[in-house]
C-alpha cells in the first residue's frame, strides 16, 4: 500500500509544482490569507473531502476517514507569506507588491494538498482517520496555531507530523531530532529615557543615545555570563532609533529585539535578567525607562516515540540520501502548541537549491521543488505506517 502510494505521489509531482507555483505568484501575508484559504476549501471541496474553513481564523482543516479502524493522525502545514518584495527572477516571481512567500509555505501547502488527494483516493484501503490542517499566520505571533487549537483542530487526534522545507540542509536529507528542535521567540522593547539638549552643552544632559550604547553593550553579557554554557540562547538588539538634529543631545531612544532558548528555565532567567541589566544601567546612569517583554512562540519540542519514528519510517522513503539527527534551529515555530497538546515530532526536508541558496526570509529565497515530493512520501510513511505502533 505504501508503495502504491509514493508511486502516486509521484505521478502527481506536476500538481505539486503547479500549486505551489500559483500560491508564489499570489501571495498573502499573516492574518490576511482569505484567498489562500479559499484556494484550499475549494480544492478539498472539488474532491469530496469533508472541509471546515475559519478554523480559529483563517484556518482550514480537512478529514479523510479511512476504510479500516485506526488512529487519527494529524499533518499540518502552514500558508502565510512574508511582507517581503520577491527579489527573485523566475516566471513564478510573486505578483504581489511587498509579499512573497520566502520561507516555504507556499510548497508546504502544496505537499499536503496533493498528499491529501491521494489518501482520498486510498481511503478505503487505508486504516484510521487523518486530519490536514492548513494553519494560517505563522509568521506572526500571536500566530494561527494556538486559535486553531481551540476551536477544535486537534480534537480527537492522537498524533500529529509535520515538516519544513529547508533551503540550507542538502536535498534528499530528512532531518529530526528528539526534544527541542527549534527554539522559543521571545521579543522585548525598552525605551531609555534620558535628558536632551543642546549638543554643544552635553554636560547639561542624560545622553540617550550614550546610555543605551551602554544598554546594548550589558546586554551581550547575559548569555556569555548568565546562561549555562551548555545550554544555547539568543539575546539580539534588533533596532537602535534616535533620530534627532545633528546638534541636539538625544532625549530618548527605542530600542528592540528578540530572545531565542530551547527550555523554559533558561527563558525564564533571560527575562528576569533582561529587567535587572536594564533596570541597572538605568540606575547607574541616572535615567529612567520602559520595558516590555513579549513572550512568543514556546520551544517545538519533539517527543521520543515519534521522532524515532519518523527517523525510522523515513529510511524506507525512497529518492533520500539520508537520515540524520537534526541541529536545533534558532527560528521559532508555532507548531510547538500542538505538540505541547498531542505527541507528535517535527522534521526539516531538505531543499537547497542548485543554484545559489539564499536563507530562509530573503528576499531571493527560494528552494528545490522536487524536495516537496520527499516531504509528500515522508509524511505519508508516518501518516500510514504510525497505525503499526502501539
Sequence with gaps: MLQKLFAALEESYPEMVEIRRYLHQNPEPSFM??????????????????????VGGNGVV???????????VALRADFDALPIQDQKDVPYKSTVPNATHACGHDGHTATLLVLAKRLNEMRQSLPGIYVMIHQHAEELAPGGAKPMIEAGALDGVDVIFGTHLWSTIPYGRIETRVGPIMAAADQFAVKVKGYGGHGAYPHQTKDAIVIASQLVTNLQQLV?????????????????????PFNIIADEVALTGTVRS?????????????????????????????????RGYPAVVNHEKEALFVQ??????????GVYDAIPQMGGEDFAYFLEEVPGAFFFTGAMPDGDVYPHHHPKFDFKEEAMLNAARTLAAAAVRVHEVN
Excluded at 277 to 294: C, N, Q, R, W
Aim: aromatic share 8%.
Design 262 to 294: 530551547f527550555t523554559e528555565s533558561t527563558r525564564a532567567l533571560l527575562e528576569k535578567e533582561l529587567e535587572r541589566v536594564i533596570e541597572g544601567t538605568s540606575l547607574a546612569t541616572d535615567s529612567s525607562h520602559e520595558f516590555e517583554f513579549i
Design 312 to 321: 525510522e519510517v523515513a529510511r524506507e522513503v525512497p529518492g533520500l540520501t
Design 62 to 72: 480537512a478529514t479523510i476517514h479511512g476504510g479500516k479502524p485506526g488512529k487519527t
Design 224 to 244: 556569555s555570563r548568565r546562561v549555562d554554557p551548555l545550554e544555547s540562547a539568543v539575546v539580539t538588539v534588533a533596532s537602535f532609533v534616535a533620530e534627532n
Design 33 to 54: 490569507e482569505t484567498k489562500t484559504a479559499e484556494f484550499i476549501r475549494s480544492y478539498y471541496e472539488e474532491l469530496g473531502i469533508e472541509v471546515r474553513s475559519g
